[in-house]
């Protein structure tokens, strides 16, 4: 007997080249194929950038990982209208982070763990409370990887490289103003 259950929802984990196929059962296997059905169904892609090698047959996560994401996802869209790119990155498959693109341009992190719902929720008190939801373009991201927290950032605001790189630039421009000039000609 053969028995075949549709797939609502296919994810890639990528980690130190090849990428794999995660089943409902957060089981990897082989992802060779899959991507050539891109727009046959819905596909995301995660991108373990500490690339941890991925065992096929092998468990990834002790938790409904697909579930939250796709749930994540769609009530993402159908509750807030944010459109998550398919395309993400996560620092590992350990650290239950997962950085994802949105339409309007900014960038959303996301603890993997946390139940979709309390992310919908704290996400709708940001846009009531802090960042009105038709201002979310001067958005840079926000992160809600931390319980009870929510870090967000401007675009118009300075990160943290920016002010590294200005007060490089700063130091070098003392640096220089502080030489004496030395343009004499010789008398002989």
Avoid at 1 to 16: M, T, Y
Avoid at 106 to 126: A, D, G, Q, Y
Avoid at 129 to 152: H, K, M
Avoid at 157 to 173: F, G, H, L, R
Wanted: charged letters at 35%; one cysteine or more; a negative charge.
């Amino acid at each position: 007997n053969v028995i075949i259950h549709e797939r609502d929802l296919a994810l890639l984990w990528c980690s130190r080249g090849p990428c794999y196929l995660i089943n409902k059962n957060n089981v990897a296997i082989s992802g060779e194929g899959v991507v050539e059905k891109r727009g046959e169904l819905p596909l995301y892609t995660v991108v373990d950038t500490g690339g941890l090698p991925v065992e096929i047959g092998r468990t990834l996560f002790d938790y409904p990982f697909i579930e939250h994401l796709k749930e994540n996802e769609e009530r993402l869209r159908s509750e807030l209208g944010i459109i998550i790119k398919p395309d993400m990155l996560s620092a590992s498959r350990f650290s239950d982070e997962l950085r994802m693109q949105t339409e309007a341009g900014w960038e959303l992190l996301l603890n993997s763990r946390t139940e979709p719902e309390k992310n919908i929720k704290t996400l709708r008190l940001f846009f009531d409370q802090e960042i009105p939801f038709d201002r979310q373009g001067e958005l840079r991201n926000v992160d809600l990887r931390t319980e009870n927290r929510i870090y967000y950032s401007l675009k118009n605001q300075p990160t943290e490289e920016d002010k590294d790189a200005s007060e490089n630039q700063d130091d070098n421009k003392s640096t220089k103003e502080e030489a004496p000039k030395e343009n004499k000609k010789k008398k002989d």
